[in-house]
């Protein structure tokens, strides 16, 4: 409750109610946006109908370049309200080769960023191996960037982050989350279904939460800014993060660390996620 | 989903290496070893069964959080010790039925495992390291992302009981709000939602299919002739690019994927007429 205090609901503007273009624009110098691949380009997913399911004309990914602060940006978001932001080949596609152009930019001199609004389930299973196929795309496309600028991950919610975008997700530079954000491998609703009700009950939203909610993920050290539904607190992480520069040494890196925590867990039963708080942030900070 | 344990990933890996058992201080789940390949020595990393695995949600051959960071381990030992020197094939043998699905895993954060293991492979393929998938059974969703689909080239057996798929059939018919038989029926016509290796051939991801006479517990011949396959495809892999790019150019990707390729071309005209 005390955090829900210090917000001024009136006056801030949220990020969550945006819409991807809007959050994408939102985020960029004032006049400096223009969207590649556009809903007027028309490629829309070449799957989808032959399903009966109506396609969308920029198929749920929205690529708009500008700049922050004078720096040259490009930023990916992902639609949540279109098949729950699922990556399909087109999507998927767009994504891939917008962040090997930004790195191509920075390989001849002119560096530029990616910032990556992640609302999405995953893989969408109506395109099921194409949709594989470009996460693992993208996944490779992330690592050849964040060598030369930073690759920021911004998840605001309601979709959160799921399936495999969670793996480009963890191979981001930086990583900036709300309270009301989720990341996670794999859902509540999928661990419920594969594995039974009491590995996970996924009409636990307080036990959702805790595990792959925004201020876990942040208090055990796997997100980098913490930030509430606020345009202006969204907006000043990105640029934290973007003055930063490229990281040294990235989380999925860290493999020794991370291989000795997990060799630590007592896993004859369930890890609670407050105990992993004091043990985690800590060394990550060292 | 079928419960019994598939001793594939464990029967090409010995066959292929010699080796039955992991490295000292590894997970019984992941087999790691240097072995002949053609003239060279390779390393291959394959994920078995444990039906004794410390995470309950991990012991039918999913990949889990130890053998996430245990293929990351290895794999960066190989990177870090030919730094200087030539640099081995790594060689990812693949049956893998899913990622681990576990509230431990979540908890203790298996997405950040399952990209340390996909950044170990990738990194060891922009490295210069020939990185080749060798699919012998299942190769699904998050399990195939941790480990086999970074590779420069991914083979696989010609055979029914090879399934490469972003999610296993009753899952993904549940939640797109099928039956398994509208599924199947789907597939025909819809080539990247079917289960059948040969479709997934036909997207262009697939650098060969290799016929097995026992493709469960591979023949003597059935290893010579997949290794004479794999040094072959490592050979390939050391004269294409390092990135992935063989997977929208190959000549089956022209007819596949060909709304990746567009979009790739117009991304392109357009980034550079801003």
Redesign the interface.
């Known amino acids: 409750m005390s955090r829900l205090q210090g917000i001024d609901f009136v006056h801030r503007k949220s990020f969550i109610e945006l819409n991807a273009r809007a959050r994408a624009k939102a985020l960029l110098d004032e006049g400096s946006d223009?969207e590649?691949?556009g809903p007027f380009?028309r490629?829309a997913?070449?799957?989808l109908a032959?399903?009966g399911i109506t396609p969308q004309s920029d198929d749920g990914c929205v690529?708009i370049?500008g700049a922050i602060d004078g720096a040259p940006v490009v930023v990916l978001a992902l639609e949540g309200a279109f098949q729950g932001g699922s990556l399909g080949?087109?999507s998927?596609?767009?994504m891939a080769?917008?962040l090997d152009?930004a790195a191509m930019d920075c390989e001849v001199g002119k560096p530029t960023s990616a910032i990556l609004l992640m609302e999405t389930g995953g893989?969408r299973?109506?395109?099921?191996?194409?949709?594989?196929?470009?996460?693992?795309?993208i996944?490779?496309s992330v690592?050849?960037l964040r060598r030369h600028s930073p690759v920021i991950t911004v998840i605001a919610g309601t979709v959160g982050c799921f399936?495999?975008m969670?793996?480009?997700?963890?191979?981001s530079s930086y990583l900036i989350m709300t309270p009301e954000a989720r990341?996670?491998?794999?859902g509540a609703e999928?661990?419920e279904?594969?594995?039974g009700v009491e590995?996970?009950d996924a009409s636990d939203r307080a036990l959702i939460w805790a595990?792959?909610g925004g201020t876990q993920?942040y208090a055990?050290g796997?997100a980098d800014v913490l930030v509430d539904d606020d345009l202006a607190q969204v907006s000043r992480g990105v640029r934290e993060c973007i003055r930063k520069g490229p990281r040294a040494e990235?989380?999925?890196?860290?493999?020794?660390l991370?291989?000795e925590?997990?060799?630590k867990?007592d896993?004859s039963q369930?890890?609670d996620?407050e105990s992993?708080r004091a043990t985690w942030r800590k060394s990550s900070e060292q | 989903?079928s419960n019994d344990l598939s001793n594939r990933g464990r029967a090409w890996f010995a066959g292929l290496t010699g080796v039955a058992k992991p490295m000292p201080g590894d997970p019984q789940s992941v087999l790691t070893a240097d072995a002949k390949l053609g003239e060279e020595r390779a390393r291959f990393l394959c994920v078995v069964p444990n039906s004794n695995a410390?995470?309950?949600?991990a012991r039918g051959g999913e990949v889990g959080?130890?053998e996430a960071?245990?293929l990351?381990?290895r794999v960066?030992e190989a990177v870090a010790a030919d730094k200087d020197g030539s640099k081995r094939p790594i060689v990812a043998i693949v049956d893998v039925k899913?990622?681990a699905?576990?509230?431990?895993?979540?908890?203790?954060?298996?997405?950040?495992?399952?990209?340390?293991a996909?950044?170990?492979y990738?990194?060891a393929r922009?490295d210069g390291h020939p990185v080749i998938s060798l699919v012998v059974g299942h190769a699904i969703?998050?399990g195939?992302?941790?480990h086999g689909?970074?590779a420069n080239r991914i083979l696989a057996l010609d055979d029914d009981g090879v399934v490469?798929?972003?999610?296993h059939k009753e899952?993904?018919a549940?939640?797109?709000r099928r039956s398994v038989e509208q599924l199947e029926g789907?597939a025909h016509?819809?080539?990247?939602?079917?289960y059948d290796v040969h479709d997934?051939a036909k997207?262009g991801?697939l650098h060969t299919l290799l016929h097995a006479d026992n493709p469960e517990q591979p023949t003597p011949q059935d290893i010579e002739k997949v290794s004479r396959e794999l040094a072959s495809a490592v050979q390939d892999a050391r004269e294409g690019p390092r990135?992935?790019s063989i997977?929208?150019s190959s000549a089956q990707a022209e007819k596949t994927?060909?709304?990746?390729r567009?979009?790739?071309e117009?991304?392109?005209q357009?980034?550079n007429e801003?």
Not at chain 1, 250 to 256: I, Y
Not at chain 2, 189 to 194: E, H, Y
Request: glycine letters at 4%; one cysteine or more.
């Open positions: 223009r590649l691949l380009e490629i997913s070449p799957w032959m399903q690529v370049k080949e087109v998927g596609a767009k080769a917008a152009l893989v299973l109506q395109e099921a191996n194409l949709g594989l196929a470009a996460v693992a795309e996944f490779s690592l050849r399936g495999g969670s793996l480009a997700a963890a191979a990341l996670g491998l794999n999928v661990i279904q594969e594995s590995e996970f595990i792959h993920r055990i796997l990235h989380r999925s890196e860290q493999v020794a991370y291989r925590r997990i060799a867990l896993t369930q890890t996620p992993l | 989903m410390r995470f309950p949600c959080l130890e960071y245990t990351a381990a960066r899913s990622q699905y576990g509230r431990r895993e979540e908890t203790a954060a298996i997405f950040l495992a399952a990209a340390a996909a950044n170990a990738a990194d922009v969703s998050g195939f992302l941790t689909y970074q490469i798929h972003a999610m899952a993904a549940r939640i797109t789907l016509s819809v080539i990247p939602l079917s997934f997207l991801l990135d992935l997977r929208w994927r060909k709304a990746t567009l979009v790739r117009r991304m392109r357009a980034w801003v």
